[in-house]
């Protein structure tokens, strides 16, 4: 199982580069959150209307 977990991070960091990865990151914490409070659905718009 950790050899298919080195294989598939070797993968991972061959398509895509540090920045991408944690920007992922960064935006399923922030989705994970959301979720979290039930503000999921939400539109930007929604609070000047």
Same mark, same amino acid.
């Given at each position: 199982? %950790?050899? $298919? @977990? +080195? %294989? &598939?991070?070797? $993968? $991972?960091? =061959? +398509? @895509?580069?540090?920045?991408? +990865?944690? #920007?992922? @990151?960064? @935006?399923?914490? #922030? $989705? =994970?959150?959301?979720? &979290? #409070? =039930? ?5 930007? =718009?929604?609070? %000047? %209307?």
């Amino acid at each position: 199982m %950790a050899l $298919l @977990h +080195i %294989a &598939y991070e070797r $993968l $991972l960091t =061959g +398509i @895509h580069n540090e920045d991408t +990865i944690e #920007q992922y @990151h960064a @935006h399923g914490r #922030q $989705l =994970g959150r959301l979720l &979290y #409070q =039930g503000r999921w659905f939400d539109s930007p =718009g929604a609070d %000047a %209307a």
